[in-house]
C-alpha cells in the first residue's frame, strides 16, 4: 500500500509539471515565430491567414555561412520536440533515437528546427488556437490547410530565421509528404530530402481509415459540432477509437503477433466478458487513452484531411516527374518491408518519377517487421543509411 | 420530377413491406426451433440457457435416406436468409450466387439449411431477443457466445430436423471456423466439409480491429451500457463507425484502388471541409447507415467476441492436428490471394493439421484481388473448385 501511495504521489508531481495542452496551443514552451497581418499566410483553400504563430524548437547552432540548417517535418500526432523532453507528457523526444550529439542528425554539425505544423496543436495557428479576431478558439472556423500550407508557412519560419537554404528536409510519414512538397515547392532552397515510409499520394485505403477516424470523433456528442473548447467538453471516447483503429495501422500483423499475440492480459482464461481479456485490447485502449490527453481532436480531423488531399502530381497535370523538374536536390528515399500504410510501392513510385526528372535519388527497401512506425523506431539500418548520405550530402555542401 | 416522385412512392411501399429487425429478433420470418428448459443448451462459458430457440431456411428438399442436407454457416453479419430474399433489407439473399437450382450448391440435389447463429439478431436466441425470465430483451445479460456454443445450437437443431448425418457443411470466414468445429466437435456428423477464407484462430490484428469496432458501440451514450432497447434509443453512430472500419478489412486496397482510387463524389474539386468529398468516403459512409438498419449493436458486440476467443488448437493442447484426429471428413478449403483479414497463411495452418491427422484434404489459393469479401461474390474459380468437391464427394455418397 506505501508502494502504491508512493507512485500515486509521485505521479501527481509529476502531472503538476506537466502542461496543460490547451496552454500550449496558444503558449507553447516553444519558441514562436508571430506573423501579423501585414504578412498573411496564403491558403490554399483561398483564405489569407492574418494574424498567425508557429512554434519551433531548434537544436545545435546555425554556423557562420547559415548554411548547416536541418528542417525536420512531424508526422501526424507528432510536434516540435523532436529531441528534448516534451512539455506536455514529459516523455523524450519522438526521435531521439535520430537526433542529437553523434547521432545520425549531428546537433553537434547540423543546427536542427523543428515547427508544431500549421493545423496541429502545440503551438502553431490551428483550431485550438485563438482566433485573433475573436480572442475564442477557430474550432472549425480555422480554415482547412493542405501539405503545401504547412510548408509555406515553414518557409515563412526559415525567412524569418535569416536562413535562405537548408541543407535538409527530413521526416516519415505526412513529414515526408511535406519534404516533397518542400522540393517540389522550393527546390533552390533544400539541398538534401529524405522522405521516409511515405507517398506522394494518400492512397484510397488510407482515405478511408481516416474517415473512420473521423466519424468516430464527430459521432461523440461531446465533440458538439466542433465547439467542445467552448462548451469545456472534450470528445475524448470519440478521439480515443480513432487512434485505437489508427494505431493498428502504424504497425504490423508480425509486430502484433509477436508482441501480444493471443496472450491474456493478467489473467488466466477468458473471462466471457467485454473486458480487455487479450494483451492486444488492453494496449490499444492504453493507446487511445494516453492519445487524448495531449491531442487536439479538431487538430486530428485538420491533419488527417491534410494527408487525405496530398496528391503532388494532381498539382502538375497527373505527371509526379514534373513535380520535380530540372531539381537538383539530392533525394535518399527509404521505406519498410511491412509498412503496409505507406507500402514500398509508394516509395518506388517517388522514386521513378525523381528518375524521370532526373533527379539524384537513392532508394533503400529496409527489412523490418515493425511496420509504417519503424522510422520512429530504433531501425540500425535506417540510420546507417541515413548517416552515410547525410556525411556524403555534407561534403559536398562543404560542411566539415 | 414525375419519375422522381414515383421512385419515392415505390420506395415507401418497399420500406412498408419490410420487416422491423426487433420484431424479427424475437419472431422471425422464417421456420423456427424452439426448446423449452428440458432442453438447455450447455454452453462455454458455464451457463445452461434454459429456453432459447433457433431461426432457420430451408431450400430444396431432404431425400428420403435423409443424406442430402447440407449446413452453410454464416459469416459475422450474415443471416439465415442465404438464397432467398431478407425480409428485412428487401435484397436477395447473402449467397444467391452460390446456392439455387443449378448452381454449385444446386438445391435441386440438396437439401440446403442455414440457421441464424447463436448470438445473432434474426431470430435465434441472442442479446436482442427477449429473455424468457424477464420478457424484455436480454441486452447484456445474454451469456456470452463462443462458436463451438453456435455449433452446439445448430447440432440440436439438426437433431431437432430427425439429420443423423449432414452431406455437407460450407461456409466461410466466422461461418468458416463454424465449420471446422463442426468437424472437430461431431466428426461422424460430416461427411464433407468446406472453410472458405477462414482461420483455425483469431490473430492478434483481428482481435485488435474487432476491439476497435466494439470500443466505437461502447463509446456511443445512446448504448447505454447495452440497455437501449429498453431505452427505445439505439447506439447507431457508434455502430456505423464500427462497421465502416470493419468494411475497410473485407476489402483489399487494390480493390479500393480499382473502384474509388481518389475520384471526387459528384463534385469538380475538393471542397476544403470534411464532407464526403472522395467516392470512398461516401461509399463507406453508406455501409454504416445501411448496416445500422439491419443489424442489432449488441449482437455485434457477442459476435466479434466469439471470433476472438475461438482457438480450436487451444481446446487441444495446442496442438490443432489433434481437433481433427481420426476425422474421415473430406475438406476444401479455400483462400483468396488478396485477402488479409484470413490471409493464406491461416488456411495453410489448417492444411497442414489436416494433413498431420491424416485427413483428406483439397486445398487452393484462388487469385483474386476483391479481399476477404471474395469469397461473397461472384468468384468462377471458387464455384469451379467447390462444384467439383461437391460432384465428387456426392457420388462417393451415393447422391444421385
Redesign the interface.
Known amino acids: 500500500m506505501t508502494a502504491a501511495t508512493n507512485t500515486t504521489g509521485r505521479e501527481n508531481a509529476k502531472a503538476q509539471a506537466l502542461r496543460d495542452p490547451l496552454r500550449e496551443a496558444n503558449e507553447p514552451t516553444s519558441l514562436v515565430a508571430r506573423f501579423g497581418p501585414e504578412r498573411g499566410l496564403v491558403m490554399?483553400?483561398?483564405v489569407t491567414l492574418a494574424g498567425w504563430q508557429i512554434a519551433y524548437q531548434t537544436y545545435g547552432t546555425l554556423n557562420a555561412a547559415r548554411s548547416n540548417a536541418v528542417l525536420v517535418c512531424h508526422a501526424l500526432t507528432g510536434d516540435q520536440h523532436v529531441a528534448s523532453t516534451n512539455p506536455v507528457t514529459g516523455k523524450a523526444g519522438w526521435w531521439e533515437v535520430l537526433i542529437g550529439p553523434g547521432k545520425p542528425l549531428d546537433t553537434d554539425r547540423f543546427f536542427v528546427i523543428c515547427s508544431n505544423v500549421l493545423g496541429g496543436c502545440l503551438g502553431s495557428s490551428g483550431p485550438a488556437s485563438n482566433n485573433p479576431a475573436t480572442g475564442r478558439p477557430w474550432g472549425?472556423d480555422f480554415?482547412?490547410v493542405t501539405i503545401r500550407d504547412m510548408v509555406r508557412a515553414q518557409a515563412m519560419l526559415i525567412d524569418h530565421l535569416g536562413i535562405e537554404s537548408l541543407f535538409a528536409v527530413i521526416g516519415g510519414s505526412m513529414g515526408g509528404m511535406q519534404v516533397l512538397q518542400w522540393a517540389s515547392s522550393y527546390p533552390e532552397r533544400v539541398f538534401a530530402a529524405m522522405p521516409l515510409a511515405t507517398g506522394a499520394?494518400?492512397?484510397?485505403?488510407n482515405?478511408?481509415?481516416h474517415?473512420?477516424g473521423?466519424?468516430?470523433v464527430?459521432?461523440?456528442?461531446d465533440w458538439r459540432e466542433g465547439r467542445y473548447l467552448d462548451a469545456d467538453t472534450r470528445p475524448s471516447?470519440?478521439l480515443?477509437?480513432a487512434r485505437?483503429?489508427a494505431h493498428?495501422t502504424y504497425?504490423s500483423?508480425a509486430a502484433?503477433?509477436r508482441?501480444?499475440?493471443?496472450n491474456l492480459q493478467d489473467r488466466d482464461s477468458?473471462t466471457?466478458?467485454?473486458d480487455?481479456d487479450?494483451q492486444?485490447?488492453s494496449y490499444?485502449?492504453h493507446q487511445?487513452l494516453s492519445f487524448v490527453e495531449r491531442f487536439d481532436a479538431n487538430s486530428y480531423?485538420y491533419l488527417t484531411?491534410a494527408m487525405?488531399?496530398f496528391?503532388l502530381a494532381?498539382d502538375h497535370g497527373g505527371v509526379l516527374a514534373r513535380a520535380f523538374a530540372g531539381s537538383k536536390t539530392r533525394f535518399c528515399v527509404a521505406s519498410f518491408t511491412s509498412d503496409?500504410l505507406f507500402p514500398t510501392s509508394d516509395s518506388r513510385a517517388i522514386v521513378h518519377a525523381l528518375n524521370a526528372s532526373g533527379a539524384s535519388v537513392s532508394f533503400v527497401e529496409l527489412e523490418s517487421d515493425k511496420g509504417h512506425d519503424a522510422f520512429l523506431l530504433d531501425e540500425p539500418e535506417l540510420f546507417a543509411t541515413l548517416r552515410g548520405f547525410i556525411g556524403a550530402a555534407a561534403r559536398v555542401r562543404g560542411l566539415a
Open positions: 490554399d483553400c483561398g472549425l480554415p482547412l499520394r494518400h492512397s484510397a485505403q482515405i478511408a481509415f474517415e473512420v473521423r466519424q468516430a464527430m459521432a461523440d456528442p471516447k470519440g480515443s477509437v485505437m483503429g493498428i504497425l500483423e502484433l503477433h508482441k501480444f499475440g493471443r477468458r466471457f466478458s467485454f480487455a487479450f492486444v485490447e490499444l485502449r487511445g480531423l484531411r487525405d488531399y496528391d494532381a503496409w
